[in-house]
Every structure is written in structure tokens, then in C-alpha cells.
């Protein structure tokens, strides 16, 4: 049941992620040609003042508007959370024969492939803008192809096996922390539907607010600790890394089982 509840949340959702991110590229693309335009007129002898600032302008909204698709995103699995859990949708939801466990979980997991693809679709159209923006420069695309394999055997230098420690700390920081980030909003509009009656959208907002707040604060005095603790540069190094790791660990099973707890006991729908 728990995949059938998986592949309804993806089929609920996969058409607007699939839109933001054709957006992203489309906007990627369109940056790329205004910016190959601004490096053309840039070489003319030419003054072309209207159409240059057209295109600064026409640069901007597109990086604007890779910009706006990763935070809807955000939006969209949020608000797709709350209507499928806390609406009327989720009276029936939460009538299925599942457990708890299996409706919460079905979203976040739902909503963590999600952003995570739309992430990479962002990121991608960082090198796809760049690429297509100098590309009209003509020594750009064979000094890359030249220098692509010694970019690579740096990379493969810099990375050694001693330094592979500090890489993977700052991967499962990063993997922690998004997925601390994750269950905080989720928890965040658990319990504003659950403590108000109206307005619960706001309510959650304050929630966010307010546990975000009290996170940072608690992250703030344990890096403050590992930086000025006696040590070497790489036991602080590790002491901030991890520490924030294990905060963020404990913040993200706590919150997940306060959330639990609450949908399962004081959520009431009816």
C-alpha cells in the first residue's frame, strides 16, 4: 500500500515538476542567447545601446526565473503536503487502510525525489547558460575541450585519500540538513493545522519561523564551541561539521516522531 500511496503522490505532482523544470531549461537556454548576444555586441564597433539593454534586462528575468521554479517547487510540495494530509482530501487519506507511518512518510519521500530533481535541473542550467552564452566567443569551445582533461586530472589530485574525510563530512552534512530542512516544514504545517482552526497556512509559517530560529541558535553555540575549542584546524574543522551533522540528525527523528505523534493523535479532521 505504501508504494501505491508513493506513485499517487508522484502522479499528483510530476506534471507541475515536469513544467518547472522545462522552465528552467527554456530559461537557461534563452539566458545563454542573450548573454552570446551581449559577448557579440560587445565586440562591434557598433553602438547598439537599446539592444544591449534589452538583453541585460531580457538575462536577468531569465536567471529570475530559474530562480522562482526552485522555490516553487518548495511551495508546491508543501502545499501538496497540506491539502493531501489536512484538507478534506486528507480525511479520506487518513481513512485508507495505512498506517500512519505510511501516509507521512509517502509524502516525504515524495517530495525529497522531487527537489532533489528539480535541484539538479537547476544546477544544470548553470554550465547549460554558460555554455551557450560563450560559446559565440571563438576560442572559448577549444580551450575548454583542451583543458577539460588537465580540469579533471587537478580534481583527481586535489581529492586524495586524505582529504576524501572532509568530503564526505560536508556530503553527510549536507545530506542531514536537507532532510532536517524537510521534516522541519513538514512538522511546521502539522502543527498549524493542529493548533488552529483558521489560518493555518500562517500558523505553520510562525511555526517555521520559530523553529528555525531556536535550530540556528542551537547550530550557532555548538560551532562557536568547536571553533574556539583546543584543537588543530582540522579537529575544528570536524567539530563544526559534525556537530551541526548530529543536531541535525536528532532534529530530524525527533521532529519526525513529534509529527507522527501528532497526526496520529491530534489531528482531527472531522
Not at 536537507?178 to 512538522?187: Q, R
Not at 560551532?223 to 584543537?231: D, E, N, P, Q, Y
Request: hydrophobic residues 55%; proline residues 2%; positive net charge.
Amino acid at each position: 500500500m505504501f508504494t501505491k500511496l508513493l506513485k499517487y503522490e508522484w502522479r499528483a505532482t510530476r506534471g507541475m515538476l515536469g513544467l518547472m523544470c522545462l522552465i528552467s531549461l527554456g530559461a537557461a537556454l534563452a539566458g545563454g542567447g542573450t548573454l552570446r548576444y551581449l559577448v557579440w555586441a560587445g565586440e562591434q564597433s557598433t553602438e547598439q545601446n537599446i539592444l544591449i539593454m534589452v538583453n541585460v534586462f531580457a538575462l536577468v528575468a531569465c536567471i529570475l526565473t530559474i530562480i522562482i521554479c526552485g522555490a516553487a517547487g518548495m511551495f508546491l510540495y508543501i502545499w501538496r503536503f497540506y491539502k493531501s494530509r489536512f484538507t478534506d482530501e486528507g480525511f479520506v487519506t487518513f481513512t485508507l487502510p495505512v498506517t500512519t507511518h505510511q501516509i507521512l512518510l509517502s509524502s516525504m519521500l515524495n517530495s525529497a525525489i522531487g527537489t532533489v530533481l528539480l535541484c539538479l535541473t537547476i544546477w544544470l542550467c548553470i554550465p547549460v547558460l554558460m555554455l551557450v552564452g560563450l560559446s559565440g566567443i571563438p576560442e572559448f569551445l577549444p580551450e575548454l575541450k583542451e583543458a577539460w582533461p588537465r580540469i579533471l586530472e587537478v580534481l583527481r589530485s586535489a581529492i586524495r585519500q586524505e582529504e576524501m574525510k572532509y568530503l564526505w563530512i560536508m556530503l553527510l552534512n549536507i545530506v542531514l540538513g536537507f532532510a532536517e530542512g524537510l521534516v522541519m516544514v513538514m512538522l511546521s504545517v502539522t502543527i498549524g493545522s493542529v493548533i488552529a482552526k483558521k489560518h493555518k497556512i500562517l500558523a505553520a509559517v510562525g511555526c517555521y519561523y520559530g523553529i528555525s530560529m531556536l535550530l540556528s541558535f542551537l547550530i550557532g553555540i555548538s560551532t562557536a564551541f568547536a571553533v574556539l575549542a583546543k584543537g588543530t584546524e582540522t579537529d575544528a574543522f570536524f567539530g563544526v561539521f559534525g556537530t551541526s551533522s548530529v543536531i541535525s540528525l536528532i532534529a530530524a527523528i525527533g521532529g519526525y516522531f513529534l509529527m507522527h505523534y501528532l497526526a496520529d493523535k491530534k489531528l482531527n479532521l472531522t
